[in-house]
């Protein structure tokens, strides 16, 4: 199975080839600032089956709480937000969804981070892991 993904603008492609290892959703407000957003949906995947077809994205390091670097890959043209990978997680990419060809899936989320963060409108979902804050 191949997922592919891409910019707002197409000069940035990617794809992977394997199921999500997790899906979740981040609350946290370095999230927030990157996306615009009140939460980022990630398709968590393998690094060794994440791969950039097309351009290069830039990056951005955000320090987490953790200390560590939270390296943010985005399309410096367009300003979409990609993936991030998070020196804590040096096996996986952290895909954001909205960026998935085709639209974001609905996916099942697993796990959802920094809820302490999380927005009023922006409810539990029933069934999902619920982390104050991350790992
Ligand atoms: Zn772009
Ligand atoms: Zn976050």
Not at 3 to 26: D, H, I, N, R, W
Not at 28 to 56: E, H, I, L
Request: aromatic share 10%; hydrophobic share 30%; with cysteine.
């Amino acid at each position: 199975m191949v997922t592919k993904g891409s910019c707002m603008c197409s000069q940035v492609g990617y794809e992977f080839t394997s199921e999500p290892a997790t899906t979740a959703l981040c609350h946290c407000t370095d999230c927030q600032k990157w996306t615009g957003g009140p939460y980022t949906a990630n398709v968590v995947v393998p690094r060794k089956n994440f791969t950039v077809t097309k351009g290069t994205p830039k990056t951005y390091d955000a320090i987490g709480a953790s200390g560590k670097v939270n390296k943010h890959f985005f399309c410096g043209n367009c300003g979409s937000s990609l993936y991030t990978e998070l020196e804590i997680m040096p096996d996986v990419a952290c895909v954001k969804s909205g960026c998935l060809d085709g639209g974001a899936k609905d996916h099942d989320i697993k796990v959802e981070f920094y809820t302490k963060d999380r927005l009023g409108y922006a409810k539990e979902i029933p069934g999902a892991e619920q982390l104050t804050h991350f790992g």
